[in-house]
């Protein structure tokens, strides 16, 4: 069981909007930035969004994340079959003294 | 381009032992957090360990506490987890990390070990 929370599944049509979710608690994600990857089958993560919204250089602006309190979310905008992905949202836990990751979404696109 | 490639992985017996390296190309290797990130077959990622700049600040999982070490030598531009008596759940693809929380973030490519009699 993953200390953070995120929905197993997600789907949308091309041209959607898309919102994954991502649970946590005062100890990590309450007190902490959060990350966002994405991973493909048979590869490694790649790095979406850290510090809560801020996206690295490449990736595309329909990706942004957001955080309020002890949840964030990352929302994607015009779908696109390329999107179709496993995605991890990510944070320190001051508490375990641990980097926890959610338990990953897989997004479909339908 | 800065890439960092991971060796070391193997099968290896219960109880034996393996150390996985992680070789950086870039030079800015000494001035970054390193981590190591693994998953498991057909599984979530899970975050094993971390280290500082400097090699003197460490933090693992509970579950590999007395068991791994993670260290560096940022001369040789290179990360390191000594893997002591492995178990069967230590199956997974081992990933070192750069800056994991940062805007630096790089990963490697992923480096299989296999627990298995």
């Known amino acids: 069981q993953s200390v953070l929370t995120q929905p197993p599944s997600a789907s949308g049509t091309p041209g959607q909007r898309v919102i994954i979710s991502c649970f946590g608690s005062?100890?990590?994600?309450?007190?902490?930035?959060v990350s966002w990857f994405h991973q493909l089958p048979g590869t490694a993560p790649k790095l979406l969004i850290y510090?809560?919204?801020q996206r690295p250089s490449g990736v595309p602006d329909r990706f942004s994340g957001s955080k309020s309190g002890t949840s964030a979310s990352l929302a994607i905008n015009g779908l696109q079959s390329e999107d179709e992905s496993d995605y991890y949202c990510?944070?320190?836990?001051?508490?375990?003294?641990?980097?926890?990751f959610g338990g990953g979404t897989k997004l479909t696109v339908l | 381009e800065e890439q960092l490639v991971e060796s070391g992985g193997d099968l290896v017996q219960p109880g034996g032992c393996l150390r996985l390296?992680?070789?950086?190309?870039?030079?800015?290797?000494?001035?970054?957090?390193m981590d190591w990130v693994r998953q498991a077959p057909g599984k979530g990622l899970e975050w094993v360990a971390n280290?500082?700049?400097?090699?003197?600040?460490?933090n693992y999982v509970d579950s590999v506490k007395g068991r791994f070490t993670i260290s560096r030598d940022n001369a040789k531009k290179s990360l390191y987890l000594q893997m002591n008596d492995l178990r069967a759940e230590d199956t997974a693809v081992y990933y070192c990390?750069?800056?994991?929380?940062?805007?630096?973030?790089?990963w490697g490519q992923g480096i299989l070990v296999t627990v298995s009699s």
């Open positions: 990510a944070a320190w836990d001051g508490r375990l003294n641990v980097v926890v």
């Open positions: 990390a750069r800056d994991l929380m940062g805007a630096s973030c790089l």
């Open positions: 005062t100890s990590n994600i309450g007190s902490n930035t």
């Open positions: 280290i500082n700049e400097d090699g003197n600040k460490k």
């Open positions: 510090s809560n919204n």
């Open positions: 390296s992680c070789a950086g190309s870039g030079s800015t290797f000494s001035t970054h957090w």
